[in-house]
């Protein structure tokens, strides 16, 4: 199983990135993906999530409205569309799979996990 995520970089503030998570190794199709980021010394906080099969979108209120999560099947990729970038959005950003179709945001539903991309606004 393997989860890799790219697209992180430096911007700044106001700016967009998209990161993208390449996913292996399991039945893309029946895992709910979530999105996740980490600040150090702080807990991971969830940000995002597209359930299986019924592919419904669920957002933290903290990037709602400027982050978009999608997902393709055809290439078991999944994507977090980034815009309106603030400084405080500055951490490492993960990727994850839980299996169903029911999203959650409690990090220990999730089974799989990616090593994680950086992110850095400055403003």
């Known amino acids: 199983v393997q989860l890799v995520e790219s697209g992180g970089g430096a911007v700044q503030a106001g700016g967009s990135l998209r990161l993208s998570c390449a996913a292996s190794g399991f039945s893309f199709d029946d895992y709910s993906m979530g999105w996740f980021r980490q600040v150090p010394g702080k807990e991971r906080e969830w940000l995002s999530c597209?359930?299986?099969?019924?592919?419904?979108?669920y957002y933290a209120e903290s990037v709602k409205g400027r982050f978009t999560i999608s997902s393709d099947s055809s290439t078991r990729t999944v994507y977090l569309q980034m815009n309106s970038l603030k400084p405080e959005d500055t951490a490492v950003y993960y990727c994850a799979a839980l299996y169903g179709s029911t999203c959650r945001q409690g990090r220990y539903y999730y089974d799989y996990w990616g090593r994680g991309t950086q992110v850095t606004v400055s403003s």
């Open positions: 597209i359930s299986a099969s019924v592919r419904t979108t």
